[in-house]
């Protein structure tokens, strides 16, 4: 292998000046281009290579990374490197310079890192883990990034990277460990309300929480021994690995309480006033740590949240089962739980009764009987009265119902949104949660559009249905058949004739209709940004109401979304029509009601129907872009290759999961940048509006023979 | 071409078909049976249907029809056709009109599969006529009285297209099929295989962490009828963890992703 020559100081310096801009920020980079000019050339190009990038979404950052990650070029894997710069820029898009600054400094690495050691990364053990916990039984558990690992008992955080072991293998499985240790605290009730008050009875309150903490690690332990003996194997391995082994003095004698199967967080708390005079326990890694503000917060807030919903739901399940039962007669349904312990399938078996019947309840409110279960160790008897009419008002307890409109009074903030990520190309990586999305309504105008759409095109219309229909669920005619629906009385004759001429007869007479039945999803995007004012707009209308036309002949479902926004935090997306929604006058009202609103930011957009279509069951699924222009947003960059190259990423992750995506456009310059988004073959040019549905015929045929 | 196979079984079960009853399905199916009401089994595939059935057959000792439905299905594979042979013309009845003849169970297993159109030959036969027009003779042929009428569905797959419609669903007498309780299920698992009771009883537990995700990335979590092939896999002498993968989550998933986790959940338990 023949090494390439390392770059000079001069060249180094040279990259670092218009990088970091010095003209402007007096950044002294001479010291660092002559510290860099001293390593590999391997090593040189992956620092500046990531000094680069990282210059693109803030030079100061930039700067420091590469002055920090110079001396740990040698000591850490270089996947932890990369994944500590995205972290900080992360870090940086979220909340701020300061923060991310802080990520560079307190260098995650320090202390107990491994030497090059191959680190479990959170982004890459996020999904597996995340299904990991959801697997295991109680309430359904979400994975966040935080900078130590700790639950909420809603969330387990876990830190960015885990690299206390040299083995990715072994890193992974104290990832595991980890998540396996915060679920299992709220599993097994570690937290009951009112631990702080107990803790702060103590001279050192957080002496008692810490002894607490070592106290339930004990008992954790052996319960999760008992749940998960396999996990529990791997934990002695990596406990042993890790110099963790051995218990002092007093902690063998609790932990002989503790392991009984019928031991309880009370039995916990027992012994902390004894605990909290012995010396601590050193706790592993994967005990995590205790955030009692965090759980304390998250509990009293869903505990009442979780009381409202089920009286709520548990009235509706009464009204449902038996809708005599009205409040006034009388006799209130009676809700009951009844508790099978059976320990061997892991949780207590709660079984809700009516009336003293019992009753299969439904996903939701079986799901709530069990977190509430967890919180309170039962269902208490105020929790099974059903709500009366009226008593909640449920606007105050949903957990995203705010109208999007409301949201954005005052200050900004991110309540009933979707976020989305956005590829940054210079980063080579999304920023995470940029796009904040809403979906909105187009306001209906209820003036006669569609119908003088429909007119003004009436003979189109009709040659247009006619080609529709031709492709409708095609009954192709099978001939010649040996069994069929129908006599093929071509196959018929020749075969009468064969055998008047002594030939032998064809036994295949028969014809057989074979339907191939489409099940397609169609989605299309339409460009609604302040470009389009004047004559696009209305050409966009009338090329909409054509094509509705057009495909109700073929009854597949379709759906039509408008998107706008000005900056990643005002993507608008604007509901036309739903996929499961029929055509109606509400419908063409609104497509009339469409208005040129603001930028064309795409790829939340792309993103967000591609989830939506990702969630039906159609065999074919396409997403059709009808716009004016290229992607493009108010100052804040999106304008230019960042716009386009996060569209193709976007484009890219749809048709990864299997949909099929096209764009039509009315820009003539798009033969410029369009191939590059969609492929050269998934656009097409327009210049009239009637021809939108026959390009849209084209693309049907293309896909469905 | 020859004539297309169809996947039809017809015989009298001789042998007492295993069958562990979760309820009173068995009291339930031998009232309606006796009442000649048509039956719909409803619940996921692999709970133990298609084993009651036989189970049943062999009970009331009538010979067993069994129909997997499919989207190709049509109402003349069912009820039966005109056949050419050596230049006659032949009739030869469908698996629904010969069990409807000789009086047999008709099972069409995964009714809504079947295609929208063949559902309307069984209304006649599911309502208090039992009847079977056989349009290509021009006759309509009465059931034998100890005809009995069976069709499965699994509500787990919501979506419009494949719902059983309300004209259907109301002529039949329901039996909601789940998988069975964590004891049973073991318990079927020890008896299908005779593999230990400790490693069936952590099948089970697998079997409840694979169902947790149902909603969460899995259509459906894994069935008793996975159970027991893991379980006959592991007593040939494989590996919990890779007859947990080969039998089970492979069966589940084709994603990268859920497979590796499933993997952790299984190598956790084991
Ligand atoms: N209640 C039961 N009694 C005995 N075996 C059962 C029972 N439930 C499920 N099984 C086992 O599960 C397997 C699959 O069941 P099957 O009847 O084929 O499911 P379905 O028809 O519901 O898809 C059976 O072969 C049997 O081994
Ligand atoms: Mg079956």
């Known amino acids: 292998m023949s090494e390439l020559t390392p770059l000079t100081v001069q060249d180094i310096a040279r990259a670092l000046e218009e990088w970091l801009e010095v003209e402007f920020t007096f950044l002294q980079v001479g010291e660092l281009a002559t510290a860099i000019a001293g390593l590999s050339r391997h090593d040189q190009d992956f620092l500046l290579d990531w000094t680069r990038r990282i210059s693109t979404t803030n030079i100061e950052i930039a700067y420091q990374f590469a002055r920090r990650a110079l001396s740990r070029l040698a000591l850490v894997d270089r996947r932890i490197l990369e994944a500590w710069a995205l972290h900080a820029m992360d870090t940086y898009d979220s909340v701020g310079l300061r923060p991310a600054l802080g990520i560079i400094q307190q260098d995650p690495f320090a202390g107990h890192g491994h030497e090059r050691a191959a680190g479990a990364l959170f982004d890459d053990v996020r999904g597996i883990l995340l299904t990991f916990v959801r697997g295991l039984s109680g309430r359904p558990l979400k994975i966040a990034q ?4 700790y639950t909420d008992t809603e969330t387990l955080f876990l830190p ?38 107990v803790f702060a009875g103590y001279p050192d309150p957080d002496r008692a929480a810490a002894r607490f903490h070592a106290l339930e690690s004990l008992r954790l332990d052996t319960c999760i021994g008992r749940e998960l003996p396999g996990l529990a194997r791997d934990i002695r391995r990596l406990n042993a690995a890790l110099g963790h082994d051995g218990l002092p003095a007093p902690w063998a004698s609790y932990r002989d309480i503790l392991s009984q199967p019928a031991a309880r967080a009370e039995d916990t708390l027992a012994l902390l006033a004894s605990a909290y005079a012995a010396p601590a326990l050193p706790l592993a890694f994967y005990h995590g740590h205790l955030r009692l503000a965090a759980v304390e917060q998250a509990m009293s807030q869903r505990m009442q949240r979780e009381k409202v919903w089920l009286r709520v739901k548990l009235a509706e399940l009464a009204e449902e089962l038996h809708p005599a039962h009205s409040p006034a007669e009388g006799t209130p349904p009676q809700f009951a739980v009844t508790q099978s312990d059976d320990d061997k399938t892991g949780l207590a078996q709660l079984e809700l009764t009516l009336d003293g019947v019992p009753l299969a309840p439904p996903e939701g409110v079986r799901q709530l009987l069990t977190s509430i279960h967890l919180d309170l160790g039962g269902i208490p008897a105020d929790y099974l009265t059903p709500a009366g009419p009226g008593e909640y008002d449920l606007q105050q307890w949903a957990e995203r119902t705010k109208d999007p409109d409301d949201v954005w009074q005052g200050t900004y903030h991110e309540e009933g949104a979707t976020l989305y990520r956005e590829w940054d190309f210079r980063r080579q990586h999304y920023r995470k949660n940029w796009c904040v999305m809403r979906e909105k309504d187009v306001l209906p105008v209820d003036d006669g559009f569609a119908e003088q759409v429909l007119q003004k095109y009436s003979g189109f219309v009709s040659r247009l249905r006619q080609s529709f229909e031709m492709m409708r669920d095609e009954d192709r005619l099978f001939k010649r058949q040996s069994n069929g629906d129908d006599v093929d009385i071509d196959a018929l004759v020749e075969a009468l004739a064969d055998a008047r001429d002594g030939r032998e007869m064809s036994e295949c007479l028969f014809t057989r209709m074979h339907r191939a039945e489409r099940n397609i999803a169609v989605m299309f995007m339409i460009d609604m940004s302040g470009s389009t004012k004047g004559w696009i707009n209305e050409a966009e209308r009338e090329a909409l109401v054509l094509l509705c036309e057009a495909l109700e002949t073929l009854g597949d479902r379709y759906a039509i979304y408008g998107f706008s926004g000005t900056t990643r935090k005002r993507c608008e997306l604007y509901r036309i029509k739903r996929l499961d929604e029929p055509y109606t006058q509400e419908v063409r009202a609104r497509i009339s009601g469409i208005r040129p609103q603001d930028y064309t930011r795409m790829g939340f957009a792309i993103r967000h129907l591609t989830e939506l279509l990702a969630a039906t069951d159609a065999r074919t699924k396409l997403l059709v872009t009808l716009s004016d222009g290229k992607p493009d947003d108010y100052f804040d960059g999106y304008r230019g290759e960042y716009g386009i190259e996060d569209t193709r990423q976007a484009l890219f992750e749809a048709r990864r999961s299997g949909i099929h995506t096209f764009c039509v456009t009315i820009d003539q310059e798009a033969q410029g940048y369009l191939p590059h988004m969609y492929g050269r073959s998934n656009f097409v040019l327009i210049n009239e509006v009637r021809q939108l549905p026959l390009k849209v015929a084209d693309i049907y045929r293309r896909l469905t023979t | 071409m020859n004539a297309r196979m169809l996947k039809t079984e017809e015989y009298l079960v001789e042998k007492e078909p295993y069958y562990e009853p979760v309820g009173n399905e068995v009291a339930i199916f031998e009232a309606a049976y006796r009442n000649r009401l048509p039956i719909l089994l409803k619940g996921p595939t692999g709970c133990g249907k298609t084993r009651f059935m036989e189970h049943m057959a062999w009970r009331l000792k009538r010979p067993l029809v069994t129909v997997s439905c499919h989207d190709d299905l049509t109402a003349s594979d069912l009820v039966g056709r005109y056949l050419v042979k050596g230049g006659e013309t032949l009739w030869v009845d ?21 295609r929208k159109d063949t559902m309307v030959v069984l209304h006649p036969l599911a309502d208090d006529r039992r009847v079977l027009p056989i349009e290509k003779l021009g006759v309509l042929l009465e059931a034998n009285p100890e005809f009995c009428l069976a069709i499965s569905y699994n509500p787990g797959y919501q979506s419009v297209l494949k719902d059983l419609k309300q004209s259907t669903r109301q002529r039949f007498v329901a039996l909601e099929f789940d998988y069975p309780f964590p004891e049973l299920e073991k318990k079927i698992i020890v008896a299908e295989t005779a593999i230990d009771a400790p490693v069936a009883e952590r099948l089970v537990k697998f079997a409840h962490m694979t169902r947790n995700l149902k909603g969460s990335g899995l259509e459906e979590g894994a069935s008793t009828r996975l159970l027991v092939h893991a379980a006959k896999l592991i007593v040939t002498g494989v590996a919990p963890v890779a007859a947990c993968r080969s039998a089970i989550a492979q069966a589940l998933t084709d994603d990268a992703e859920m497979l590796a986790a499933v993997q952790e959940l299984s190598s956790s338990l084991f």
Not at chain 1, 146 to 149: D, I, Y
């Open chain 1, 146 to 149: 935080g900078e130590v690992p």
């Open chain 1, 160 to 197: 960015p990277v885990v690299a206390q072991l040299p083995s990715l293998q072994d890193n992974f499985a104290l990832c595991k460990a980890t998540a396996t240790f915060l679920w299992a605290q709220t599993r097994f009730g570690s937290f009951r309300s009112g631990l702080t008050s």
């Open chain 2, 94 to 114: 469908g698996p629904l009109t010969r069990a409807a003849r000789t009086g047999g169970i008709c099972y069409l297993d995964e009714i809504v599969e079947a």
